[in-house]
């Protein structure tokens, strides 16, 4: 990777002969009941850890806070029925759009007034905040890269996400439930615990940018976080954030290899 990020090169081993997982991925990525199916799963899960990170947030600071958001939870709540009743990608592209935004502007209220966040900003980054969200991201959507190639599949081929030259699309979709319980928490544990400050930070191309100190400092919380065990409710036995991300391409797999049978089920949080 190179110092912002970006993905350069890899090495990989000889690939295993993996051609009849892909010609199956090829033929469910062209089936749109398929894609739906995949596509209601994944933002399904994106809203509940949304919603989650905000339910957890809102009871460490009290019924105050509590009552503030219940709006906003009851709202995301509603989204569920929405997202069962659509019938195509881009409705649900839309409501997933909502949803981020208004869970964003929720989210916003926990960080330090040092560090204000008025909405999502990509290439360049806008503020400190904005530039830890994308830098966490993209080290996210490295490690989902990495799971799906080492299962034989196309990252390329997505469904949420649609395909297109220059992106592996499928890392994109996979890595949606994640986001909130790592991207975002983890930035807001760094603002919110003094990891980062406006130090750490530096204006270049347009935007701002994690300096190389702020860059270690993320690496080290980042580390920690994918590696911590955890009860999950969901699985029933100990696991890590890095474990369930690789499982993401497993699950995946599994049902490209036959949806009547196997369920897709995504990364929920406790």
Not at 248 to 261: S, W
Request: proline share 5%.
């Amino acid at each position: 990777m190179g110092w912002n990020g970006d993905f350069l090169g890899g090495f990989f081993p000889a690939a295993k002969a993996h051609g009849l997982s892909r010609l199956r991925q090829y033929q469910r990525t062209c089936d749109p009941a398929f894609g739906l199916r995949m596509a209601r799963e994944l933002i399904s899960a994106r809203l509940y850890n949304q919603r989650r990170v905000l339910q957890r947030l809102a009871a460490n600071r009290g019924p105050e806070t509590v009552k503030r958001l219940a709006p906003d939870l009851d709202w995301l709540e509603s989204c569920f029925i929405s997202i069962r009743r659509m019938g195509s990608i881009d409705e649900l592209r839309g409501i997933e759009g909502a949803a981020t935004a208004r869970y964003f502007k929720a989210w916003a209220g926990f960080l330090p007034e040092a560090f204000p966040f008025e909405r999502r900003s990509t290439r360049p980054p806008l503020n400190a905040v904005n530039a830890c969200i994308s830098y966490g991201a993209t080290l996210l959507y490295q490690e989902m890269l990495t799971a799906i190639h080492a299962r034989g599949l196309d990252p390329a081929l997505g469904l949420l996400h649609a395909t297109e030259n220059g992106r592996w699309s499928l890392a994109l979709d996979l890595l949606e439930p994640f986001r909130p319980c790592l991207v975002e928490a983890l930035a807001l544990d760094l603002f919110s615990h003094q990891h980062l400050s406006e130090r750490h930070f530096e204006p270049r191309n347009g935007g701002i940018y994690l300096n190389a100190e702020g860059r270690r400092r993320f690496h080290l919380q980042y580390e920690r976080r994918m590696d911590r065990q955890f009860l999950s409710e969901v699985r029933e036995h100990r696991t890590t954030l890095r474990q369930e991300v690789e499982r993401h391409a497993v699950l995946y797999k599994a049902v490209l290899e036959d949806p009547e049978e196997k369920d897709f089920e995504p990364f929920i949080m406790n």
